[in-house]
């Protein structure tokens, strides 16, 4: 079975700081991989996927994750972290649900909070 | 992009009444759509995936008699709580997935806030 680990459930950074969220997944297959986020009262927007090839994907806004085997992890990061950037993170690992469809699995989620 | 529409967005109602969601991807065929229950400050529980023509299939612990889905087309699907009770009372938000190759990724409504009173 297909789990997603996010360390930190609250990560804070000032506005043009570095931002690292981490995941680190478990999966007994090669894993496909996403990082979503989702602002207040809204759905979630994919922000980057992982399948296969390389190994440094970037998404939107400015994001990008790097897909680690050896470590399991799939850390999301921007450079420089805008006011915007405020929202709720979730990093995803595609998996089997039940009757063996294909299904996404969620980490908990990490709430970032830009400071000025 | 891939756009969804779930609709309402927001319903309040009075205990022992049904309630029906509806979820449109809007410029794209969705053969699987999803629906999601998310607790407030936690992560997204599946519910049930929904292929068009077919029987949704539950996730364990989900009780399909109550929580009713419909998939009867590629681009809608809806979700009706039955005899909806206070603890119903949840953000529920689907997603659709594009036809095409095994793990496209989701595409998310914006949600929908379900109170019930």
């Known amino acids: 079975a297909q789990s997603v680990t996010q360390l930190g459930s609250h990560v804070s950074v000032s506005e043009g700081a570095l931002v690292l969220l981490r995941c680190n997944y478990s999966?007994?297959?090669?894993?496909?991989l996403f990082w979503y986020v989702q602002y207040p009262n809204q759905g979630l927007q994919l922000l980057l996927k992982y399948t296969t090839g390389a190994t440094l994907v970037k998404g939107i806004n400015g994001f990008e994750a790097e897909f680690k085997k050896s470590e399991t992890s799939f850390h999301l990061t921007k450079p420089s972290a805008h006011m915007s950037d405020a929202a709720e993170y979730f990093c995803?690992?595609?998996?089997?649900?039940?009757?063996?469809?294909?299904?996404?699995?969620f980490g908990k989620g990490t709430k970032l909070t830009v400071n000025p | 992009g891939a756009v969804v529409s779930q609709h309402p967005s927001w319903v309040i109602c009075k205990s022992g009444t049904s309630v029906k969601i509806e979820c449109r991807s809007l410029?794209?065929?969705?053969?699987?759509m999803f629906w999601y229950r998310q607790f407030p400050k936690q992560s997204l529980m599946l519910m049930a995936t929904s292929n068009e023509g077919s029987k949704a299939t539950y996730e364990q612990g989900v009780e399909k008699d109550k929580f009713l889905i419909n998939h009867a087309s590629l681009t809608l699907s809806t979700l009706t709580v039955t005899s909806a009770h206070p603890e119903d009372s949840s953000f529920y938000i689907c997603?659709?997935?594009?036809?095409?190759?095994?793990?496209?990724?989701?595409?998310f409504g914006d949600g929908t806030r379900l109170s019930i009173l």
């Open positions: 410029d794209f065929q969705a053969t699987t």
């Open positions: 999966s007994s297959v090669p894993p496909y």
């Open positions: 995803a690992v595609s998996g089997k649900g039940q009757g063996g469809s294909e299904k996404l699995v």
């Open positions: 997603s659709a997935r594009e036809t095409g190759p095994p793990n496209q990724p989701q595409h």
